[in-house]
């Protein structure tokens, strides 16, 4: 028996042409990836050997990105060229985040904020703690990350938070940080720092407009929960 090719199957079932005839936007997430590895196995469609593939990470294409060449070349079907090329397409749509959280933005909204930080620090398995420097009219002027931990943790120097707030000459600040486990619950420590830093905006006249709790698909903002 061939292998299903996509060239094999009904039109109305070819990924490609449906993006040519419906755009890239009418297409799954199954679909796209079928065209990205071109034909399935002796027994599976490339579209169906792609919803098993994102089946065995739940849908998660964060998930999806972080599986070795080792681990997709164990669904049968998928050889070293085609895990490479999975890699190499979510490698780059990764980077795509990243360029536009590079870029300057006017922060109206925590979902802006989410917008910029979920690329950088979302789906990391340590925590990590930024903050944004904001000018007058809520631009980002510089983010920089002002210390790193271990799962569950990170300390943060308040002292070296503010001098780098002062050599921007910002007037407002969004303090962010990620939670490896997934859960969007401030701790206590996430309530006293929020507080500490807070405080000595208030007397330095640098405002702390926000502090979120970000996670792969998810964030907690202490403005709009309105406990800042």
Not at 8 to 20: F, G, N, T
Not at 26 to 53: H, M, Q, Y
Not at 137 to 144: H, L
Not at 147 to 168: H, M, P
């Amino acid at each position: 028996m061939e292998k299903l090719t996509i060239k094999s199957w009904a039109l109305d079932d070819r990924p490609r042409e449906k993006l040519l005839a419906k755009g890239k936007a009418a297409l799954s997430d199954a679909e796209l990836i079928a065209i990205l590895i071109g034909s399935g196995n002796r027994n599976e469609s490339a579209v169906a050997l792609s919803k098993r593939i994102l089946q065995s990470v739940e849908g998660n294409i964060n998930a999806l990105a972080k599986l070795s060449v080792e681990k997709l070349t164990e669904f049968k079907g998928i050889g070293e060229a085609k895990a490479i090329a999975i890699i190499t397409a979510l490698e780059l749509g990764k980077r795509r985040q990243l360029e536009v959280a590079l870029e300057k933005p006017k922060i109206t909204s925590s979902k802006d904020v989410f917008n910029v930080m979920q690329p950088i620090i979302g789906d990391l398995d340590h925590e990590e703690f930024w903050v944004l420097f904001l000018s007058n009219s809520n631009k980002v002027i510089a983010k920089s990350q002002v210390s790193k931990g271990g799962l569950t943790a990170t300390i943060v120097d308040v002292r070296l938070l503010f001098k780098r707030a002062l050599e921007l000459a910002c007037v407002g600040l969004i303090a962010c940080h990620n939670h490896p486990s997934g859960k969007l619950v401030p701790s206590n420590a996430d309530k006293n720092i929020t507080q500490k830093i807070k405080e000595a905006g208030t007397i330095l006249d640098i405002k702390l407009l926000d502090h979120l709790i970000i996670t792969q698909k998810a964030y907690f903002s202490f403005a709009d929960e309105g406990i800042l």
